[in-house]
């Protein structure tokens, strides 16, 4: 099994910045790629950003120029920093890992956290 413990959420005005990391472990081999999902109330989770394992990376449209995400690989960590947070940045925000092995594809979650975007 794999765990991923996200952290760096909290409450931040608009215009600022928060920096949100994600450290797997466990069985972190045959790790395809790695992301941020964030679900606001009462709507379905989206992607956010996604980094694969060649360091190629996709974003959302609502996020690009203001959200970077980024991978230590000798940390098993991975990172999303949030610039010019606006308040419908506003969600809990997972990480997400996906395995590719043998043709299919297998997601694991972490346990989410908040991001709230203020005045």
């Known amino acids: 099994q794999m765990q991923l413990v996200e952290s760096g959420g909290g409450l931040v005005q608009p215009g600022g910045s928060l920096r949100l990391s994600c450290i797997a472990s466990g069985s972190i081999f045959s790790i395809n790629a790695m992301g941020w999902y964030r679900q606001a109330p009462g709507k379905q989770r989206d992607l956010v950003a996604a980094i694969t394992s060649g360091g190629s990376t996709n974003y959302a449209d609502s996020v690009k120029g203001r959200f970077t995400i980024s991978r230590d690989a000798a940390k098993n960590t991975v990172y999303l920093q949030m610039n010019s947070l606006k308040p419908e940045d506003t969600a809990v925000y997972y990480c997400?890992?996906?395995?590719?092995?043998?043709?299919?594809?297998?997601?694991?979650w972490g346990q989410g956290t908040q991001v709230t975007v203020s005045s």
């Open positions: 997400n890992a996906r395995k590719r092995i043998k043709g299919t594809s297998y997601d694991y």
